[in-house]
């Protein structure tokens, strides 16, 4: 294992203390692992907050910001934060109009959210949990009942982040959450595994002429192992895959990302690909990212994240933002 790291014990509180250092916009409670933006809550506003398992970076730290998330979470590397973290988060945020919660639909985030959801809630802060479960490679993985929610949690907390901004209410913003999230389909290839520094190996192994069809952000199984195949080859088969579930047509927010050890050049490649599949479906992408978003720390690979957008998403999307991963319009 190579990694530029002090100690596998260290390495969250570490990488927290250089976003610290690196973001002055961001108030970082190292000791207690919560991100949220400097300054009080503004009052009447909306508060957002997510969080997961650190080494998928910038998620959800990066995406802390105006026009996005109020604060966020960071457990250890693949694990779940703790309510208590998500607690504090939720108190720091509280503007007074209550506070949504943006939860990725892995056991360990949302039976700790809704412990914390709870205990807010003694305290007279009223929260709504959105779960996000876009992924369609697989109803069941080793973390989740149901669909993991994957890359469209992205698409959840810009959309949602710009309404919150705009001051609607908590029903509202949790409405388009949860608009966004069915809406949006993904699906994900690995070509690599990734090395968890306080395990020191790679999660799996792949032999070296072989890909994991629909893996998970974690290093999940997925579908089944191919042999390697053409960008062409492999693209088609993840939108064939969104496709069967979801109709490629109209409008399209569409996101080639990265799992951490991809270079742009191949995500490129693949995004070409991406667009001409769907040229020939009739579809027409309107908006769209290439580039790492939702990592799974050093693995090579990528996946591709689907939504139908309405007049309504766009103008949500076109929205000002000003996170240290995602930033226009200001």
């Excluded at 919560?34 to 998928?56: C, E, F, N, Q, Y």
């Amino acid at each position: 294992m190579k990694k530029l790291i002090n100690s596998p014990e260290a390495v969250v509180t570490d990488a927290l203390a250089g976003v610290a250092a690196a973001h002055p916009s961001l108030a970082v409670d190292v000791e207690n692992k919560v991100i949220t933006r400097a300054g009080a809550p503004r009052a009447g506003k909306v508060g957002l907050v997510s969080g997961g398992g650190s080494g998928h970076e910038p998620l959800h730290g990066g995406f802390v910001g105006y026009g996005m998330l109020d604060a966020a979470c960071p457990g250890e590397v693949f694990t779940s934060p703790v309510p208590d973290q998500m607690l504090a988060a939720t108190k720091a945020v509280n503007g007074g109009a209550g506070v949504l919660h943006i939860v990725k639909n892995y056991t360990g985030d949302v039976l700790n959210f809704q412990m914390a959801a709870e205990l807010a809630e003694d305290e007279g802060i009223e929260v709504v949990a959105v779960v996000t479960n876009d992924d369609v490679a697989v109803q069941d993985s080793l973390y989740t009942a149901g669909r993991r929610g994957v890359g469209a949690t992205v698409f959840v907390e810009k959309i949602a982040g710009a309404l919150a901004e705009e001051g609607a209410g908590l029903d509202k913003v949790a409405a388009v959450a949860r608009e966004v999230n069915e809406r949006s389909r993904s699906f994900g290839v690995a070509l690599t595994s990734c090395t968890i520094p306080a395990v020191g190996k790679p999660t799996f192994e792949l032999a070296e002429s072989e890909i994991e069809m629909g893996i998970g952000i974690h290093g999940e199984p997925g579908r089944s192992r191919v042999p390697l195949g053409s960008a062409h080859e492999i693209t088609a088969a993840a939108l064939d895959a969104i496709g069967a579930d979801l109709p490629l047509s109209g409008d399209l927010l569409v996101m080639v990302n990265g799992m951490g050890g991809t270079p742009l050049l191949e995500l490129y490649v693949v995004y070409n690909e991406v667009a001409k599949y769907l040229a020939g479906q009739g579809a027409r992408i309107a908006r769209n990212l290439v580039g790492n978003y939702i990592t799974s720390l050093e693995m090579q690979g990528f996946s591709v994240t689907v939504c139908q957008l309405t007049d309504t998403l766009t103008r949500l999307w076109d929205a000002p933002v000003d996170t240290p991963a995602l930033r226009w319009g200001r």
